[in-house]
């Protein structure tokens, strides 16, 4: 206790030593983390005599203000204890009061919904600390709401200047809380704290001053007479002055704070609007930057996407041509297996010239041509075309005698015998003048070139081939129809048949393909489609070089007409590769045994539809051109019939060929009995047996036993000398040697493998 009376004297100097006083002041005053700096701060001073803080003019002058009216109107209040509950019950009372005794008139309240309004502002204004002064403004406020209910002007105006305080110091905590580091807001805020400090002392005198009864005397019950000692200075506010002036002095500086403040909060809303709008700009522009580098990222994605494709198009391509020309130089233009390629650096396939030695290709490289030709929907009808004559002959059944009796007419007509009989060359077209006999796909004579076919077939065609095609079986307008079909079936069944080469060998010569660019894409068709042996399917080559040979000078030429464009420039320039091929293979067919070609109706591809009669005509063209003679090959005998008439096969037939072309109609001829009709098909048929001996292997339509004869005889038939032939004619026609023509058509050793020229 002695201490406490008497400090230390080193305390009270450092208690009073100026730098200590402004380091704890700072201390205690400045903005922490317990108390929101939006707050009311205690308006305290230290005091050097009292070595403390004291309360400062303004909160002593509150409180004798509070402790005055408490005096003189006694009311349930606690100062240092006050509540914002107690504020708020005091406002809703007054509230009530003037509700009673009329409408309040200019004093507008803040609505409040249910007491949430006052529990949530209690919770709120709660958080002001109530020690060093702060509970003081609680009290002032409570009282003044007490003092306010009498209805009179100064009271009004009180009532409508405090009832908005509450709502104001929830306002000002919001506000903090929405910008903590605004001094423009905090000095506000202490502006208001101020004036509120300030004026309500001196409102709570004046409304001291006016709690008098109507009569005039006071509330207590002392007239006003009987206040002799105060002063007639100290009363001159009573006597003279007018209260609601001095209610609007003291409220305006109130006023004043909360308008500054709302004016702030405007300005503080402007500038946090602004900054909205600059972040949502800056946000926008930054979007739309990144669409941006999105989109030129996918841009660049895309266009690297093309350049992908296109490098792997071009690889693809390369690819192609390169896999095209191995295969045309290897596979195609064959290779020297005896030779290794460092005994001789220069490929046979870059030589632009022959070589010396002849190049015989192996059977795999015969097969290449024969899937490059082939079609994607079969070709077994085409090639094979054995049991499409077997079909044929078996349907003479529903015609009857007289038609089938004008078809065998033919074999009683010199010119079928000088064309089946004479060695030479010669083309026979034969009329049948009957299109009402036809039935379907077949006409008597489709029953008649069947079974001729077959028989020399079977006979081995006197040494040489047989090559059968019904054009009527064959038209349904894709790459197995038409002329193209026609073509690619003659060259198949030259490939696919055991054939008699030039020289003894086993399979033709195919160098002549890598002496052109265009041949080999061409044959392929499409475009220069190729089979790819890989993957089963055609994949496309690349455009094929400018052609310096024989087939790219002259061979589109060969048919009649203009050029044409797209699907028909192209299948044109295939069926010229094709007739091509197989004028090419025919020369090296050996010369000693005639080549038959055997055509069904072929007047029905004499049709504008699709172009097929200038197709057609490129194929007569190379068809009468082989039977012509003189390229070196056998002597080619082609049988063409129509079940009416040529339009124009027979008009160029006697222009190409002269004499050795025959043009027979049957129409006009008296039919023969059946019994010679039916004798004849016997004789066709039976002429296989007549020729073959027990055991003898087929092979293809070749017949072995055929080249034993010819080498060593035959005891059935008699020895023959070397050279001398036996011709399956003399079967059919029941001739014997003497009535042969001595022309074998042999003309050359055929040496000579350069390509004609246009008029071929």
């Not at 297996?337 to 059977?363: E, M, N, Q, T």
């Not at 077994?380 to 004008?406: D, I, T, Y």
């Not at 393909?513 to 499409?526: A, F, M, Q, Y």
Request: a neutral charge; aromatic letters at 6%.
């Amino acid at each position: 206790m002695e201490l406490e009376g008497n400090l230390p004297g080193s305390l009270v100097e450092a208690m009073n030593d100026l730098a200590e006083c402004q380091v704890f002041n700072a201390l205690s005053f400045g903005q922490g983390k317990a108390v929101s700096p939006g707050l009311a701060v205690p308006d305290l001073r230290y005091s050097k005599q009292l070595v403390a803080y004291i309360p400062s003019d303004g909160v002593r002058a509150m409180n004798d203000a509070i402790s005055s009216y408490v005096t003189q109107h006694p009311f349930d209040l606690e100062p240092a204890s006050c509540s914002w509950e107690k504020v708020l019950s005091e406002m809703d009372n007054a509230q009530r009061e003037y509700e009673q005794k009329g409408k309040i008139g200019a004093v507008q309240l803040r609505p409040r919904s249910s007491s949430g309004f006052q529990h949530n502002l209690t919770t709120v204004l709660d958080c002001i600390p109530t020690d060093n002064g702060l509970g003081i403004l609680k009290a002032g406020l409570a009282v003044i709401f007490n003092a306010v209910k009498r209805r009179s002007d100064a009271c009004q105006r009180i009532f409508k200047c405090f009832s908005s305080v509450p709502s104001l110091l929830e306002k000002a905590r919001d506000l903090k809380l929405i910008y903590e580091n605004e001094p423009r807001l905090d000095l506000r805020l202490q502006a208001l704290y101020k004036a509120l400090f300030q004026s309500i002392p001196d409102l709570i005198d004046i409304l001291l001053r006016q709690k008098k009864d109507g009569q005039g005397r006071p509330a207590n019950g002392k007239t006003m007479f009987s206040k002799v000692t105060k002063t007639l200075v100290a009363r001159r506010d009573d006597i003279f002055g007018d209260p609601v002036k001095k209610v609007d002095s003291l409220v305006e500086p109130i006023n004043k704070a909360v308008a500054d403040l709302d004016e702030c909060v405007q300005l503080l809303n402007y500038k946090n609007a602004a900054e909205t709008n600059a972040a949502v700009n800056q946000l926008v522009e930054s979007h739309e930057r990144g669409w941006e580098e999105l989109r030129q990222k996918l841009e660049a994605t895309d266009k690297g996407v093309r350049e992908t494709n296109e490098l792997m198009a071009r690889v693809v391509t390369v690819a192609d041509r390169f896999l095209a020309e191995q295969s045309r130089k290897t596979c195609i233009a064959g290779s020297c297996p005896h030779r290794s390629d460092s005994a001789s650096p220069r490929r046979v396939g870059w030589s632009s010239k022959s070589p010396a030695a002849p190049v015989i290709l192996h059977h795999v490289h015969q097969m290449d041509l024969i899937n490059a030709i082939a079609s994607h929907r079969g070709h077994r009808g085409h090639w094979l075309p054995m049991q499409q004559m077997r079909s044929l002959v078996s349907k003479g059944a529903q015609f009857g005698e007289g038609a089938l009796g004008r078809a065998y007419y033919l074999l009683s007509t010199p010119a079928f015998k000088r064309w089946i009989s004479h060695a030479s060359p010669a083309a026979l077209l034969v009329e049948g003048h009957a299109l009402d006999d036809v039935q379907g796909s077949v006409s008597p004579l489709s029953v008649f070139c069947a079974a001729l076919a077959a028989s020399l077939h079977d006979a081995g065609g006197g040494g040489g081939g047989v090559l059968f095609f019904a054009c009527r079986l064959a038209r349904d307008g894709g790459e197995l129809g038409g002329p193209l079909a026609l073509a690619r079936s003659l060259l198949g069944q030259l490939l696919t048949q055991r054939m008699r080469w030039r020289g003894g060998a086993r399979y033709p010569r195919l160098d002549f393909l890598r002496r052109n660019d265009r041949l080999w894409p061409d044959l392929c068709g499409d475009d220069g489609l190729v089979l790819n042996g890989v993957y089963g399917r055609r994949r496309p080559l690349p455009a094929p070089p400018q052609i310096s040979d024989e087939y790219g000078e002259g061979e589109d030429s060969d048919g009649p007409g203009g050029s044409d464009d797209g699907d028909l420039k192209d299948r044109r320039r295939q069926l010229a590769a094709l007739l091509y091929t197989f004028k090419t293979l025919v020369r090296q067919l050996s010369p000693d045994a005639p080549l038959y070609i055997v055509l069904d109706d072929a007047a029905a591809y004499e049709t504008e539809i699709g172009g097929w009669h200038r197709d057609v005509a490129q194929v007569a063209q190379y068809l009468f051109g082989l039977c012509a003679g003189g390229h070196g090959g056998p002597p080619v005998k082609l049988l063409a019939t129509a079940p009416g008439r040529f339009d124009k096969l027979d008009t160029m037939a006697r222009d190409r060929l002269g004499p050795a072309a025959a043009v027979v109609g049957l129409g006009e001829h008296t039919a023969p009995s059946l019994h010679s009709a039916r004798s004849t098909v016997e004789s066709l048929h039976g002429m296989a047996a007549v020729r073959r001996r027990p055991g003898d292997e087929e092979r293809g339509g070749n017949v072995s036993s055929l080249r034993r004869r010819r080498s060593y005889g035959d005891g059935g038939h008699g020895s023959r000398r070397p050279g001398e032939r036996r011709r399956a004619s003399d079967h059919v026609l029941g001739m014997d040697d003497g009535a042969r023509s001595d022309d074998d058509g042999s003309d050359g050793d055929g040496g000579d493998w350069q390509r004609p020229g246009r008029t071929w």
